[in-house]
């Protein structure tokens, strides 16, 4: 799996930064790919965002370091990359749970092992299998305005609550249906995206809490997924860590699409078909 060996290529990289400020492009130069393919294929294959890894891995050290050394804390920040004592000591306090003078002084204390973040290892992301999906290129002709519900929180529960709303709103309870995921133009270390879970304008009663969006003209190439929603992130991992490492077209947008068409038969039906659209250039 060459994609394995660059994201590899871009971990060494990362552990080589943990002290300093880096840039995402910088990180993905060192794998080859663009900013907007590197993000999104360490994302799918890892299930980190880059800043999400490369923080974790600082704190991780950092609480090492504590146990270890009779650091001042705000040296230890900054030995781990963090521009200031406050950002480190939120950054630990959110991840672990207690401030970093509450572990020094807890000597029998213990952080889950789950919350310490170990480098990746090019064994753990050989043991992805690859998911087979047939893909297509296809061009949507025209315009589709869409209505629904969006969140910013990255989060099954909160992605699922959006679509129970859709269809609370939605004339339409067969129609076809779209899952939007909009990355930021401006993403930086944490993939920074928005889902929308939307049906056609024209199908939905209206509500002012509704976000609207339009699907461009645009060529696309369209994955088949083929079961359970739950089984949705084995497809994009597919897709960005095999199918786009294996092509010379990259994608071309800031957002890709599900489309929840005449083959979806439900959430959680094996049997059923979901499309997923990536804009290329």
Known sequence: ????????????????RLDRK???????????????????????????????YMTARKLTEAAKTLRLKNYRIIDVSYMH???SHETFTR?????????????????????PPNLMMGELRAE???HIRQLEAEALELAVPEEIAVRGYRTDAHS??????????LFRSCRDQQGEKFGIVQYADQMEFEADYTYLAAAREAHMEKAEEQCLFTVPVARYIVFEHRGSVE??????????????AQQEVEPGGS???????????????????????VPVA
Not at 2 to 16: F, G, L, T
Not at 92 to 111: T, Y
Not at 156 to 165: G, L, N, P
Not at 265 to 276: C, F, K, P, Q, V
């Open 1 to 16: 799996m060459e994609y394995i060996d660059r994201i590899m290529a871009a971990v060494a990289y990362m552990e080589s």
């Open 231 to 244: 089984k949705l992130p084995l497809t994009y991992r597919y897709i960005y860590g095999t199918w786009f």
């Open 255 to 277: 957002f890709d699409f599900e489309y929840y068409g005449e083959h979806f038969r439900g959430l959680h039906e094996t049997a059923s078909g979901i499309r997923i659209y």
């Open 81 to 83: 990359g963090f521009e």
């Open 22 to 52: 880096t840039t995402v492009q910088d990180i993905a130069h060192q794998a080859g790919y663009s900013k907007f393919h590197f993000q999104r294929l360490f994302h799918q294959v890892t299930n980190y965002t880059v800043g999400q």
């Open 91 to 111: 950054a630990f306090k959110s991840r672990f749970g207690v401030l970093p003078n509450e572990w020094r002084a807890s000597a029998s204390g213990r952080i």
């Open 156 to 165: 099954v529960a909160s992605i699922f609550q959006c679509w129970e709303r």
């Open 124 to 126: 753990y992301l050989a």
